[in-house]
């Protein structure tokens, strides 16, 4: 073995061994500081968290200050699966996020794009606060968010995603009509013999085609894959800058000085590029598109209830908004009107459709001293109710809460799927180091850069992001479409193991009707 192969062993395992400590060594971890009663910490969100490990104690309430510091559809929401909890984070602004956990132990929580992750270490101890198997979520007032007794619309979540799809449309554009003419060509001539215009096979063309692509299409990737690697963390986008600028590097010295390869690996890479970079920006876009679906479910949700109510104050009535109804005011409903909030009836008598709440078709007759649910339909008489649910305490806001929170969780085959993808990234790195080894102690001439295109190829066909975004996705566009068709799915874990029931026991036939009396 020569001194040099010697060289490139040690340094190849040497580096191989620095980049297991990077992403798989100990991390520094930042306690919550007691702040009357409550354990709070400020995390900042710029490609990663910072800290993305945080301590605190069992049983006290935890306040988790979200200050963004960039835009774009990755980190714009926040999830977190054990606690059942979801918050979407406005860009370059602030979001908190409150809950008390119950039980020790290890818990992850991640973008909505599964792509950034964070741990909260619950350690065991004497809580002076609550103990809550639920979790309390509300954004700063800088964030537009919801009140104290109102319900987040999630408005300025939709907004942003409306941006980002706009922004992604027009990179995929981009990509997809410079792209086109290089990848054509060279498909078309190697793959099945056409003969093209020699222009269109030349490597400056393709150069000044694909570098737009390369610099404007992919900017997004690369951006996130730099400020992953500022966090220690390895995920999808770091294999797809690594394999692109690997291509794209290779192939610019191939165009620029080929005289530094042998005849025979001088080919270029500029197709594999644009079709990358394209095709993941293009799956993203849809991604986003889906999101915004499920988001526009709630919102539909959200539709249901009325934006106004009839209030008795000081003798006369007045119509107020809906989200200044307070508990304990008189409220007016006319026939036809849709009932404001949830309260029990004190005068007048009617029949209502209840169809949205309990599935049956059939009006339901209503009278002094019975419940009725906000965002059902008065039909045939008038009468007064007392409020005695508003807000995010209505039946229909926890119908919505419901929704959300099982958006929010983590199927079972989630759990294998980060798993799998937290240690997939290093090891794709890995092997392609040892290939680069490989190929320089044992491979034919010329090693060096034989070794090098082998390491490039293991980079480029090692994309699969959809083993971690699949999961999440399929869930919340599932739970979101359910919703809309009156099927309340309770958690992931629900709609993974649906597909073993052998029997359903239903309770009513109003259960099973399509919507309309016979």
């Not at 499920?294 to 006369?316: D, F, P, Y």
């Not at 007016?332 to 029949?351: A, F, L, N, Q, Y």
């Not at 309340?488 to 036939?509: C, N, P, Y």
Request: charged content about 20%.
């Amino acid at each position: 073995m020569n001194v040099d192969q010697i060289l490139v062993l040690a340094g190849a395992g040497g580096l191989i061994a620095l980049l297991a400590w990077f992403f798989f060594g100990p991390r520094k971890t930042q306690l919550a500081e007691l702040r009357g009663g409550t354990q709070e910490i400020g995390i900042t969100v710029k490609g990663g968290y910072a800290p993305d490990v945080i301590r605190v104690r069992q049983g006290v309430p935890v306040r988790l200050v979200f200050d963004r510091q960039e835009s774009g559809e990755c980190t714009s929401r926040v999830v977190f699966p054990d606690f059942s909890l979801a918050k979407a984070l406005p860009a370059f602004g602030t979001a908190t996020v409150e809950f008390t956990p119950d039980r020790a132990g290890r818990f992850g929580f991640a973008c909505g794009m599964n792509m950034v992750h964070g741990t909260v270490l619950v350690e065991p101890g004497d809580g002076n606060g609550e103990a809550a198997s639920s979790a309390d979520v509300r954004e700063e007032p800088a964030a537009s968010a919801a009140g104290p007794g109102e319900i987040d619309t999630g408005e300025a979540e939709a907004a942003e995603r409306q941006a980002e799809i706009k922004d992604l449309s027009r990179r995929v554009l981009v990509g997809a009509i410079l792209s086109a003419p290089v990848v054509l060509a060279v498909m078309l001539h190697e793959f099945f013999g056409v003969d093209v215009p020699d222009l269109l096979l030349n490597r400056w063309l393709q150069l000044a085609l694909i570098t737009p692509v390369m610099f404007y299409t992919g900017w997004p990737i690369h951006t996130t894959w730099w400020r992953a690697l500022r966090n220690r963390s390895a995920e999808m986008n770091t294999l797809i800058t690594l394999g692109t600028c690997a291509a794209y590097g290779y192939s610019l010295l191939v165009t620029v000085v080929p005289g530094l390869f042998p005849a025979g690996v001088r080919e270029v890479y500029y197709e594999a590029v644009g079709v990358i970079l394209t095709l993941i920006l293009l799956g993203r876009l849809f991604e986003a598109k889906a999101k915004a679906g499920t988001g526009q479910a709630i919102r539909e949700l959200l539709g249901l209830r009325a934006k106004t109510a009839r209030v008795v104050r000081n003798g006369a009535e007045v119509e107020v908004p809906v989200e200044e109804v307070v508990v304990g005011d008189v409220v007016v409903v006319r026939p036809g009107e849709k009932v404001p909030v949830d309260g029990i009836i004190v005068d007048g008598r009617s029949t209502l459709d209840e169809s949205m709440v309990t599935g049956e078709s059939i009006p339901v007759t209503k009278t002094v001293g019975d419940e009725v649910v906000g965002a059902t339909v008065n039909q045939t008489g008038a009468f007064r109710l007392e409020a005695t649910k508003v807000g995010a305490e209505t039946m229909l806001a926890q119908i919505i809460r419901f929704v959300q929170q099982a958006q929010a969780s983590r199927a079972p085959i989630q759990r294998v799927a980060d798993l799998v993808a937290s240690y997939f990234v290093p090891a794709v790195v890995f092997i392609a180091i040892a290939s680069f080894a490989v190929w320089y102690l044992v491979g034919p001439d010329p090693a060096l850069t034989l070794g090098l295109v082998s390491a490039v190829a293991v980079l480029i066909i090692a994309c699969p992001c959809a083993l971690g975004l699949a999961t999440p996705l399929s869930i919340m566009v599932g739970t979101g479409k359910g919703a809309q068709h009156g099927i309340l799915i309770r958690s992931a874990e629900a709609l993974e193991t649906a597909h073993r029931l052998g029997t359903i026991v239903l309770d009513k036939t109003g259960t099973i009707t399509k919507g309309g009396p016979r």
